[in-house]
């Protein structure tokens, strides 16, 4: 009688078990909540007849992107490369893909708060003694003025705008590197007759209404009166052409 007993219990355990795997496999088979994309890196449709403009950056771009689309709508089809363009060096790799085959009438674009970052080994952004820039100045003026080679060929306007400035205390980054990098980029723009959307003199003339403290990043609002700059540069170039 005892062994039936304990057969049973055996039995009843097993059971459980099998139906406790079942419903973890089913929780695990569950998708997952898609991630919502970020508003600025959701691809258009452009609306025919109206030029085409391309916002090349990493997250600062993102910020002004959706707002520069408000203020242009109507006026051009404003599009961003579906990603943070980060540093020059993936400028480089992905300059191609985010050109695609259309024509383009302006291309605003930016790299350097990447470039001038700190990270490790592992590529994670750190402080400042703990690791190295991840795109050396030399690297940098290198990298720029190859993609200024490439995007010269599409035969759009250009405009670079000026790196926005690195405030005192901003992780992995140093206070006074964008102007050096910006400096840099001068150069290469002066050297390709490349216009210039300087950002970050207006940015510094108003940082401390804008921009978030001891960040790189600007607040909505901050970024809504960058987005006004860069219209003011984008239909200048437009009204040229």
Not at 42 to 61: K, T
Not at 161 to 188: F, L
Request: with cysteine; charged share 25%.
């Amino acid at each position: 009688m005892r062994g039936s007993r304990v057969a049973c219990l055996m039995r009843v355990l097993g059971l459980l078990a099998v139906c406790a795997t079942m419903v973890s496999a089913a929780e695990a088979g569950k998708a997952r909540p898609a991630r919502r994309v970020n508003p600025a890196l959701e691809q258009i449709e452009d609306v025919p007849g109206l030029p085409r403009v391309l916002l090349i950056g990493d997250s600062i771009s993102m910020g002004y992107t959706v707002p520069v689309r408000e203020l242009l709508k109507g006026k051009a089809n404003v599009h961003h490369p579906p990603v943070n363009c980060g540093p020059t060096t993936r400028g480089l790799e992905g300059l191609d893909e985010w050109l695609g085959e259309k024509k383009w009438d302006v291309i605003h674009f930016n790299f350097g708060l990447h470039d001038l970052k700190y990270i490790n080994a592992k590529g994670a952004l750190v402080p400042v003694a703990e690791g190295h820039q991840q795109v050396p100045i030399d690297g940098y003026r290198k990298n720029l003025d190859a993609i200024v080679t490439r995007l010269k060929k599409t035969g759009a306007a250009l405009i670079w705008a000026s790196t926005t400035p690195v405030p005192e205390g901003a992780a992995g980054r140093v206070k006074g590197d964008a102007a050096r990098y910006n400096a840099v980029a001068a150069a290469v723009m002066k050297k390709h007759g490349v216009a210039t959307d300087d950002l970050y003199t207006f940015a510094l003339e108003r940082l401390e209404k804008i921009q978030r403290p001891k960040n790189v990043h600007f607040t909505p609002e901050g970024s809504k009166a960058l987005a006004e700059q860069v219209v003011k540069h984008v239909l200048k170039a437009l009204d040229a052409g």
